[in-house]
């Protein structure tokens, strides 16, 4: 923490997180201690009617108790004038004047990071294209940011992690509420690989609202939003929409099917000019020019050739960009599906089950007594309580099932 950021956080209770009036009423003083000064002195003419109360409200008592319960909770603060606070957050409209995280923001504004979203019910092929192309843009040096919720957030996240990469997850809600249901060891385990990240106080619920502002955070720190399927109404065209208005790019996984309403927020943003994504390389080609020192050579997508761009056959070597010598392995093809599913399945210990809840001790269990299942046979056999996608990506960040090919899932 920095010696203001008390005061910033006296400005955040007082007009409470994603409030854009607190700019305002900041921009007549020179800093947020001034702005403090006047008011506790009893100075309100620059506080509007409707904000004195709150204002009065926010005591440093409070405070203190907020930097203690933060302090407890091993949450880090990081307010809007602190050395470490990303560039990319202060730079957007309405930027957040402190954030909270579990985890570690790390060089945020020097590295190359790809904002992922999509439905929370994907089909098949945009499961298995997420799975592929977010383990490869890991692999090859890229941090993934995403939303917490079920679907293709959590299938981006895995991925990354998967592929050795870091991740950024950005909440709607306070890092100490319950969201998504029974999370903590998915939060855990993105804190791990990287930080969670929250603009709104610890113990702050979820609302409707709160989605759509959280949004604007998720698309200002990546360097570009990918969308990986999405209906006209999908809540990641908000995240893509904030993203065109903050000048970063688009990118777009090309729909299997043109006549599927659940592509159709797709197809709009390609109409409108979004990049089509067939692999990671045309992700990659964006940003090789500026960020060649950030990503891995080594990485098996780096070995494949293309006519132009990054991969291109006769592509020059800029000596400053890249080092001289990169190791390049050979190309090793990806198996298809089908061949994946012929594959036999090397088993592995069983796993410890203690510690787990009822819920995904079952899921276990059941997964165990049948070895290969489908998602589709795990919701008919599970209680209907349980929030099943939550609940298999928790499972496979602790490294205790994997998922396959198919939408199924193994010990």
């Given amino acids: 923490m920095t010696e203001s950021t008390k005061y910033w956080l006296w400005l955040t ?3 409470g997180p ?24 009893g100075d309100f003419t620059n506080v509007l009617p409707q904000d004195k109360r709150p204002m009065e409200l926010a005591t440093p008592q409070k405070v203190e108790e907020l930097i203690s319960e933060c302090e407890k909770n091993r949450i880090t603060i990081y307010s809007y004038d602190d050395p470490e606070f990303p560039d990319r957050l202060r730079e957007i409209y309405n930027p957040p004047s402190v954030i909270f995280t579990l985890g570690r923001l790390d060089a945020i504004d020097e590295t190359v990071i790809i904002t992922s979203v999509g439905t929370r019910k994907p089909d098949d092929y945009s499961r298995a294209i997420a799975s592929r192309l977010i383990r490869e843009l890991a692999q090859a040096g890229v941090t993934i940011a995403s939303g917490c919720a079920s679907g293709l957030d959590s299938v981006s996240l895995v991925s990354a992690i998967k592929g050795g990469g870091k991740v950024y ?20 385990a993105v804190a791990a690989h990287g930080a969670v ?20 955070i998720l698309s200002a720190i990546g360097l570009g939003t990918l969308i990986l399927q999405a209906g006209a109404t999908s809540g990641s065209l908000s995240t893509a929409n904030f ?47 500026v ?25 020059k070597v800029d000596s400053e960009s890249e080092p001289e010598k990169v190791i390049r392995k050979k190309p090793r093809p990806e198996p298809k599906e089908e061949e994946m599913a012929e594959q036999p399945i090397e088993p592995r210990p069983a796993p410890d089950l203690s510690g787990l809840s009822d819920g995904r001790r079952k899921i276990v269990e059941f997964i165990l007594s049948h070895g290969v299942v489908l998602f589709d046979e795990i919701a008919e056999n599970i209680d209907g309580t349980v929030d099943l996608e939550t609940a298999l990506t928790e499972l496979e960040l602790d490294g205790i099932i994997r998922s396959l090919s198919g939408n199924r899932y193994t010990v």
Avoid at 18 to 41: C, G, I, M, P
Avoid at 169 to 188: E, F, I, W
Avoid at 263 to 272: A, C, M
Avoid at 292 to 297: F, G, I, S
């Fill in 291 to 315: 960020y060649a020192h950030r990503l891995n050579y080594g990485a098996d997508i780096f070995s494949q050739r293309s006519e132009s761009g990054l991969f291109g056959k006769n592509r």
């Fill in 243 to 289: 993203a065109l208005s903050q000048g970063k790019d688009i990118f777009c996984i090309p729909p299997h099917n043109l006549y599927d309403d659940s592509y159709s927020g797709v197809i709009s943003l390609l109409r409108d000019g979004a990049i089509p994504v067939f692999d990671s390389r045309d992700i990659l080609n964006e940003y090789y020019s």
């Fill in 18 to 41: 994603a409030n854009s009036r607190k700019w305002n009423f900041l921009s007549h003083y020179s800093s947020v201690r001034e702005a403090y000064d006047h008011v506790s002195s």
């Fill in 197 to 216: 990240i929250s603009e709104y106080l610890p113990h702050s619920g979820t609302t409707s609202l709160n989605f759509r502002l959280r949004n604007r």
């Fill in 169 to 188: 997850t950005v909440m709607p809600c306070g890092l100490l509420s319950d969201y998504p249901k029974n999370s903590a060891s998915m939060k855990k």
């Fill in 13 to 15: 209770l007082a007009y």
